[in-house]
């Protein structure tokens, strides 16, 4: 089964973003219902691995904290970018939130995230585009805002790929307390 740990955003917020996935040719705009923070990747899992995540995610204490959404920006750089973001901006709890969940991840027995963790929501992936378009995006979008929400869970998903893209499934839900 093919994992990933999640937040998820408010409906309003998940709308507002949404609202602004437009204005680029040439690129593939992920649907509304999966606009969310990843905090961890985890790819491919077995049964005893999947259960050793579900053990290790159940363990993981954090108080709720609140979450920014703010700016956007491109992966891997605006000169030559594969995916459009939204930033968020959660501070040292999620930070927290997020190193805890990767404790978790490798204590199961999935190798370490190499990459340092970016909190972001990816917009899009990006094939072929034109350059001015991106360009006019970041520009248009800079200073993109929503209210502050506060983060009371996070999600075990699986993910499905499909020739549509993918389908993810809520296997497992977090709450934090504290």
Same mark, same amino acid.
């Given at each position: 089964m093919?994992?990933f ?7 309003e917020v998940?709308?507002?973003?949404a609202d602004?996935?437009r ?8 649907? !509304?219902? #999966? ?8 790819g491919?899992?077995?049964?005893a ?7 290790g995610?159940?363990e993981?204490t954090?108080p709720? &904290? @609140?979450?920014s959404? #703010?700016?956007?920006?491109?992966? @891997?750089?605006?000169?030559r ?16 939130? #997020? ?6 991840v ?5 190798p370490?995230?190499?990459?340092p &963790?970016?909190?972001h929501?990816?917009?899009?992936r990006?094939r ?5 378009d ?5 520009a #248009?979008h800079?200073s993109?805002?929503?209210? !502050?929400?506060?983060v ?10 499909t020739?549509?893209?993918?389908i ?11």
């Amino acid at each position: 089964m093919r994992l990933f740990v999640a937040i998820d955003l408010l409906d309003e917020v998940r709308q507002s973003v949404a609202d602004i996935c437009r204005g680029v040719t040439g690129v593939r705009w992920l649907p !509304p219902d #999966q606009l969310h923070l990843t905090l961890r990747f985890i790819g491919e899992a077995d049964d005893a691995v999947n259960a050793a995540i579900r053990r290790g995610l159940a363990e993981i204490t954090s108080p709720p &904290f @609140p979450l920014s959404v #703010q700016g956007v920006g491109c992966f @891997p750089s605006p000169r030559r970018p594969r995916v459009l973001w939204v930033g968020l901006s959660g501070g040292d709890p999620l930070k927290r939130l #997020q190193q805890k969940v990767e404790a978790a991840v490798v204590t199961a027995g999935i190798p370490s995230e190499e990459r340092p &963790f970016s909190p972001h929501i990816t917009l899009a992936r990006l094939r072929e585009h034109r350059e001015g378009d991106v360009a006019s995006f970041l520009a #248009q979008h800079a200073s993109f805002h929503c209210e !502050p929400f506060t983060v009371d869970a996070f999600h075990l998903y699986s993910s499905i790929l499909t020739a549509k893209g993918a389908i993810h499934r809520r296997e497992a839900s977090y709450p934090l307390a504290g």
